[in-house]
């Protein structure tokens, strides 16, 4: 991922943050808090993909079935 998208990624989780300690500091139940960052950092993901966190994920979810089988 370059500087760039790394940068755009940031600062959308630096808002997501912002957001939900403002909805905690309204007073917002707990778990709404939760499923809006929830809710957020996927759409984030869908919007700005870390695509080398994917390939090592891919990586890792292989060499993990790999092992099973044997």
């Not at 909805?23 to 869908?46: I, N, P, Q």
Request: hydrophobic share 35%.
């Amino acid at each position: 991922m370059d500087a760039g998208m790394r940068q755009k990624r940031v600062e959308a989780l630096e808002l997501i943050k912002d957001k939900a300690l403002g909805m905690a500091k309204e007073g917002r139940d707990s778990l709404e808090v939760r499923d809006f960052v929830t809710g957020a950092k996927k759409e984030l993901a869908y919007e700005l993909p870390d695509e080398e966190a994917f390939k090592k994920a891919v990586k890792a979810t292989q060499a993990y079935q790999r092992k099973k089988q044997s």
